[in-house]
C-alpha cells in the first residue's frame, strides 16, 4: 500500500504495513500534524503544501477505524486534540479577513473561490471524524459505557466548531459555491445524526424543555467573533450568529438574553444599511421570543428603543420596512415596565412619542418606496393607540388626505393603506370625526373620481379594492356622523356619469342611518 506523503513527513505507517504498528497511535499523528501544519507558511507554495496535507490527513482518517480515532481499548480518549484539530482546520478555510472599514469583497473575488476549494476539503475531513464517532457511538447503544464516555467527550469539544463551519458553507452566499453547500449541508446532517437530533432548532435549544442545548456552546465559539473589534472581519459571522438566533425561539432563548442582545445591538449600530437590518432582525426575534420582564431588567428595553428610534431619521425604505414593525411589537413592553407611572403626559408616552415622529416624516416625504412603508405600517400604530389616536388627529388628518391624493403605481399600496388607516381612526376616535367630515369627505370623492378616471395600467382588482375602501369609509363617516354624509351627497350621485362610481354612491345613500357603535368598546369613549 503506497502510504501518503504527510506519513512520510511525520514518519508514520499506513496500517497494515511490514514492520509498521496495527495502527498509527492517534497520539502521535495529530499532534504532529497540528504542529507540522501550522509551520507551513500562508503564501501560494504554502497554500499547496497544506491542501496537501489536508487530503492525506482524510486519506489517514478513513484508513483509521473509531477505536483509533478514539484512543483505542485504553479507553484515552483525544477530545482536546480532536478540537484543537477541528479548530485549526477551520481556521485554514475561513474566508479572507476584511478592513475593519472595508465593505465586503465582491462575490467573483478569487479569494471566495480559494476559500470554497479550502473549506470542501475540510468538509470531508469533519465527515470522517463524525463517520467515526457514529461507529462509536453504535457501541454505546450495545451497553459499552467506557466508549459512549469517549463520544461524548469528543462531541463536547468538536460539535461547536462544527456547527459553525457548516453553517458558514452550507448557506448561499458569495464565498459558497454548489459543491461546497453541499458538502457543508452532509455535515451539518451527520453532526445533527450523531447528536441525535432530528432539525437545527433541536439541537440548539435540546429535545425537551428541561435538556440544555447546543447554544450555549455554539455562541461560546462565536464570542471571540462577535466583539467590537472583531465581528466585521469575516463576513460570515454575522450571518451564522442571525441565522442561529433565528431557529431558537422561545421559552428556550430567555436563558441567552445576555449573550445574544450586545452582538445585536453591534449589528443594528453599524453604518452599513444592511448590517442595520440584519441587526434589527435579530432584535425583532429577541423582543417576540424572550419575556417582557426580562427585558425591562437592567433597562434593556430603553436601550433597545433607543437603538430603534435612531433609525426612525433614516431615508432608507428597507430598513424603515424592518424597524417599525419591531418599534410597534418594543412599545406595549415598554410601556408595561415595572415602575412606570401609570398616567403619564402624552409627551412621555413612547407609542405617542414614536407615532409623532412618524407622522413628522411622513408629511414631507416625497419617496415613493418609503412612503409605501410608512403608510403600510401606519395601520398598526393606530390599532396599537386605540382612543388615544386622538391626540394625533390634526397631523393624522393632514398625512391622509396628502397620501390620498398621491398616485404611487400600479398596485397603490399608500392609497389602500391610508383608506385602512382612516377606516381604523374612524372606528377609535369616532367622537372627533363630525369636525373633520367635510375635509374627509372631499378627499375621498376625490380619491374616488381619480380612480374611475385614471387612464393608466391600474389593474382592476386594484381599482376595484380602491373604490370598496373608500366606500366602506364614507359608510363609517355617515354612521359617525348620524346622516350628514348623505346630505352632503344629495344630488352627487345624480350628476355621475361613471357606473361604478354611482353605485358606489348608491351604498351610501341607500344605508340606514345607525349610531356608531365602535369595534373594540373597551377602546372607545
Same mark, same amino acid.
Given at each position: ?264 445591538l453591534l449589528l443594528s449600530d453599524d453604518y452599513r ?35 430603534? &428610534? ?6 432608507? /425604505?428597507? $430598513?424603515? *420596512?424592518?424597524?417599525?414593525? !419591531? +418599534? @410597534?411589537? =418594543? ?124 387612464? &393608466? ?6 381599482? /376595484?379594492? $380602491?373604490? *370598496?375602501?373608500?366606500?366602506? !369609509? +364614507? @359608510?363609517? =363617516? ?16 345624480l350628476s355621475c356619469q361613471d357606473d361604478r362610481l ?24
Amino acid at each position: 500500500m503506497e502510504q501518503p506523503s504527510l506519513l512520510n513527513s511525520l514518519q508514520l505507517a499506513l496500517p497494515g504495513e511490514q514492520g509498521a504498528p496495527e495502527y498509527p497511535p492517534v497520539e502521535q499523528v495529530l499532534p504532529q500534524f497540528l504542529q507540522l501544519f501550522a509551520s507551513v507558511g500562508s503564501q501560494h507554495a504554502g497554500s499547496k503544501a497544506k491542501a496537501g496535507m489536508v487530503r492525506d490527513l482524510f486519506a489517514i482518517l478513513e484508513a483509521g477505524d473509531f477505536q483509533w480515532l478514539l484512543g483505542g481499548s485504553q479507553g484515552n480518549p483525544t477530545p482536546v486534540v480532536l478540537r484543537d484539530l477541528v479548530v485549526a482546520l477551520s481556521v485554514y478555510a475561513a474566508l479572507p479577513q476584511q478592513e475593519h472599514e472595508g465593505g465586503e469583497l465582491p462575490s467573483k473575488d478569487p479569494s471566495y473561490a480559494a476559500a470554497a476549494s479550502r473549506a470542501a476539503d475540510v468538509s470531508l475531513v469533519f465527515q470522517s471524524i463524525l463517520a467515526k464517532v457514529a461507529a462509536a457511538k453504535g457501541l454505546e447503544e450495545l451497553g459499552c459505557k467506557a466508549v459512549g464516555s469517549a463520544v461524548g467527550s469528543v462531541l463536547r469539544q468538536v460539535a461547536g466548531p462544527m456547527y459553525i463551519f457548516a453553517v458558514t458553507h452550507a448557506a448561499e452566499k458569495p464565498w459558497s459555491r454548489p459543491r461546497t453547500r453541499s458538502l457543508a449541508q452532509e455535515l451539518l446532517e451527520d453532526l445533527l445524526q450523531v447528536c441525535g437530533y432530528q432539525s437545527v432548532p433541536e439541537f440548539l435549544r435540546g429535545a425537551t424543555e428541561d435538556e440544555e442545548g447546543w447554544f450555549a456552546v455554539v455562541m461560546q465559539c462565536l464570542k471571540p467573533e462577535l466583539t467590537k473589534e472583531t465581528w466585521q472581519r469575516n463576513p460570515a459571522t454575522k450571518h451564522v450568529f442571525s441565522w442561529t438566533l433565528q431557529q431558537v425561539t422561545r421559552p428556550w432563548l430567555g436563558p441567552h438574553l445576555e449573550k445574544v442582545l450586545p452582538p445585536s445591538l453591534l449589528l443594528s449600530d453599524d453604518y452599513r444599511v444592511e448590517n442595520k437590518i440584519l441587526g434589527v432582525q435579530c432584535l425583532h426575534h429577541i423582543i417576540h421570543n424572550v419575556p417582557g420582564a426580562d427585558l425591562c431588567q437592567f433597562n434593556r428595553a430603553q436601550v433597545v428603543h433607543h437603538a430603534l &428610534s435612531n433609525h426612525l431619521y433614516s431615508k432608507e /425604505a428597507q $430598513l424603515m *420596512q424592518v424597524v417599525l414593525p !419591531c +418599534l @410597534l411589537d =418594543l412599545l406595549p413592553i415598554l410601556e408595561r415596565a415595572p415602575g412606570r407611572p401609570s398616567r403619564q403626559p402624552p409627551s412621555a408616552v413612547p407609542s405617542d412619542k414614536v407615532l409623532r415622529l412618524v407622522l413628522t416624516h411622513m408629511e414631507p416625504e416625497h419617496q415613493l418606496a418609503l412612503r409605501r412603508v410608512y403608510a403600510k405600517n401606519l395601520p398598526a400604530f393606530v390599532e396599537r393607540l386605540g382612543i388615544q389616536i386622538a391626540r394625533h388627529l390634526k397631523r393624522l388628518q393632514r398625512v391622509i388626505v396628502g397620501y390620498l391624493e398621491v398616485n404611487d403605481g400600479p398596485e397603490e399600496t399608500a392609497r389602500l393603506a391610508m383608506l385602512e388607516t382612516l377606516k381604523r381612526t374612524i372606528q377609535h376616535a369616532w367622537p372627533r370625526m363630525t369636525c373633520r367630515l367635510a375635509v374627509l369627505l372631499q378627499a375621498l370623492l376625490r380619491l374616488m373620481w381619480d380612480t374611475v378616471t385614471d387612464r &393608466s395600467a391600474t389593474p382592476e382588482p386594484v381599482t /376595484a379594492a $380602491l373604490l *370598496q375602501g373608500a366606500t366602506e !369609509c +364614507l @359608510l363609517l =363617516l355617515d354612521r359617525c356622523s348620524h346622516g350628514q354624509v348623505k346630505v352632503l351627497l344629495q344630488g352627487v350621485q345624480l350628476s355621475c356619469q361613471d357606473d361604478r362610481l354611482k353605485e358606489c354612491l348608491r351604498k351610501v345613500e341607500e344605508e340606514p342611518v345607525e349610531s356608531f357603535i365602535p369595534t373594540n368598546p373597551k377602546r372607545g369613549v
